[in-house]
Nanobody
């Protein structure tokens, strides 16, 4: 099982990035997918979730700026991040919770997003 996140980088305030997380070894269509982030010196925090039916929820700090989406055919979840702010600087992690005979929780390795001028 592997969740590989990519798309991070350095961007100026007000800019945008699109993160991707490709899943392998799991039944992605049977999974809820989420993004979390961890800023330096802070605890990991939830950013957004998209459930199996496609409904989404976003943290208040990113609502209206970030959008989570998924493509089950590609086993991939995305995070479109617009109007980035310095406080969005963090390592972003993808997460998948697969539902079946057992509930299994998987994490990706993280991708660094730095918002700075």
């Amino acid at each position: 099982v592997q969740l590989q996140a990519f798309g991070g980088g350095l961007v100026q305030p007000g800019g945008f990035l699109r993160l991707s997380c490709a899943a392998s070894g799991i039944i992605f269509s049977s999974s809820d997918a989420s993004w979390y982030r961890q800023a330096p010196g802070k605890q990991r925090e939830w950013v957004a979730t998209i459930i199996r039916g496609g409904s989404t929820n976003h943290a208040g700090s990113v609502k209206g700026r970030f959008t989570i989406s998924r493509d089950d055919a590609k086993n991939t979840v995305y995070l479109q991040m617009n109007v980035l702010k310095p406080e969005d600087t963090a390592v972003y992690y993808c997460n998948a919770v697969q539902y079946g005979p057992e509930i299994r929780n998987y994490w990706g390795q993280g991708t660094l997003v730095t918002v700075s001028s």
